[in-house]
């Protein structure tokens, strides 16, 4: 079984969280009324989503990233 990474997004950016690190081009938009960020958890780098009465928050993947992804190959989300 052949091994395809997609994207790879390690939130060590602040100002662009949702960049791809995989080389593959398919960077996330970080969107929404309180947009998400880039903080420390727990010692490692990760994306923080505000949202609640006043607004959402995430990170918009491009449209077609899925396009290669079909019942035969899945997809695997850490």
Known sequence: MEKKLIA???????NNIGKD???NGNHAA???ARAPK?????GRLAARFNGGECGVSYLE?????LKDVSDNTGFTVS
Do not use: Q, W
């Not at 993947?61 to 990233?65: T, V």
């Open 61 to 65: 993947l491009p449209k077609d990233i």
């Open 30 to 32: 970080a969107m929404g």
């Open 38 to 42: 880039a903080e420390e958890v727990c």
């Open 8 to 14: 790879r997004y390690m939130f060590n950016e602040a």
């Open 21 to 23: 690190s995989s080389g």
